[in-house]
């Protein structure tokens, strides 16, 4: 009996060693273990950061360069302030923008940032002041259905013909 509680002790040791060494290759290779390396901290401001999360990828030209290292909402202007971290080889001019994008329909979202064309160079904790939103997918699609229900709506008040004459009118011979 004793023999075989130490091989079933053994074999569960065995598959949780070799389930933890998966969980450990996935957060490496996944691109959400977050950055690291030297980096530049920079910051953005948002109205609406809908999706994105810490650990988000920092995109230039779709390549990574960076993570998402925190989110908060600036109690003055009641905007989500990104705080993001980029590698520090990259000399982002000043006038670089950031946008929130998406892998695709139903992909996640990442910061991509498009780098400007001024001299002057954003220093570690600088801020990106040019910035576009997410755009809500679901706020896009009611704003279709609502045009595609007032298109034949539209229509069909124009299609009934000119309008009876009032009771008030004399009728033109």
Not at 17 to 40: E, M, Q
């Amino acid at each position: 009996m004793k023999a075989r509680s130490f091989a079933e002790i053994m074999a569960g040791a065995l598959v949780l060693l070799v389930a933890g060494g998966f969980l450990f290759y996935a957060l490496n290779n996944s691109g959400r273990g977050g950055f690291s390396g030297p980096g530049l901290t920079l910051s953005a401001k948002f109205d609406r950061i809908d999706g994105l999360a810490p650990g988000a990828d920092v995109r230039v030209a779709g390549v990574k360069v960076g993570s998402v290292v925190d989110q908060r909402i600036d109690p003055q202007t009641f905007l989500a302030v990104l705080t993001m971290r980029i590698d520090a080889s990259l000399q982002m001019p000043s006038d670089s923008s950031a946008e929130i994008a998406s892998e695709g329909l139903l992909g996640g979202r990442f910061v991509s940032l498009v780098p400007g064309g001024s001299d002057r160079i954003l220093a570690d904790g600088g801020e990106i002041t040019i910035t576009q939103s997410a755009i809500s997918l679901e706020s896009l699609l009611g704003r279709f259905i609502f045009s595609m229900t007032e298109a034949p709506a539209a229509a069909n008040r124009n299609e009934a013909g000119p309008a009876a004459p009032s009771l008030g009118t004399p009728a033109q011979p």
